[in-house]
T-cell receptor, first 115, second 113 residues
């Protein structure tokens, strides 16, 4: 596809269940980012993948959160034992190698509601 | 991660220029300055970025102070569609986490007709 694709677009889950959120970055983009945005708040950094480097997981809020990326393609963000405070929009972005003309392209996000 | 400071909100009149300031006094020599904006109910979109020299593109201009401790995003003629949250971000280059983008709270721009 032409842009960053995230699925599902909306997810309602019961407290305590595990969820998987998927991100398909733009083909050829080596960098991939996950962010969380609670209602009315700014973007909270979660994790960053850059090429073959070890991912920067410094933003993951707890060990219930994990993310993987297969090579330079799809990434999944997994939240185990979901809590109500996990309700938010989860945004994924990708970019090419940092250089003089790179920009990050964002998907439309997955709106997660934990009931 | 180096931090940025922006005003929480600003107002502008339609068709007038808008200057959005950003302070980044802890910027390092290899940090790029990026600006993104987020329209209501959408993901952020890239606006512009630069290192040392002022930059212009079809959306905006970026004026960078000589000491690089501050920058200003300039929208030359604000339209109602420019109402959004504008984020000023520093992106590190030259290390293992090069390109990492950390968003602050941003400036909410209101454009009045």
């Amino acid at each position: 596809g032409a842009g960053v694709s995230q699925s599902p677009s909306n997810k309602v889950t019961e407290k305590g269940k595990d969820v998987e959120l998927r991100c398909d970055p733009i083909s050829g983009h080596t960098a991939l980012y996950w962010y969380r945005q609670r209602l009315g708040q700014g973007l909270e950094f979660l994790i960053y993948f850059q090429g073959n480097s070890a991912p920067d997981k410094s933003g993951l809020p707890s060990d219930r959160f994990s993310a993987e990326r297969t090579g330079e393609s799809v990434s999944t963000l997994t939240i185990q034992r979901t809590q109500q405070e996990d309700s938010a929009v989860y945004l994924c972005a990708s970019s090419s190698l940092p250089g003089t003309n790179y920009e990050a392209f964002f998907g439309q996000g997955t709106r997660l509601t934990v009931v | 991660d180096a931090k940025t400071t922006q005003p929480n909100s600003m107002e502008s009149n339609e068709e007038e220029p808008v200057h959005l300031p950003c302070n980044h006094s802890t910027i390092s020599g290899t940090d790029y300055i990026h600006w993104y904006r987020q329209l209501p109910s959408q993901g952020p979109e890239y606006v512009i970025h630069g290192l040392t020299s002022n930059v212009n593109n079809r959306m905006a201009s970026l004026a960078i102070a000589e000491d690089r401790k501050s920058s200003t995003l300039i929208l030359h003629r604000a339209t109602l569609r420019d109402a959004a949250v504008y984020y000023c971000i520093l992106s590190l280059h030259g290390s293992s986490n090069t390109g990492k983008l950390i968003f602050g709270q941003g400036t909410t721009l209101q454009v009045k007709p």
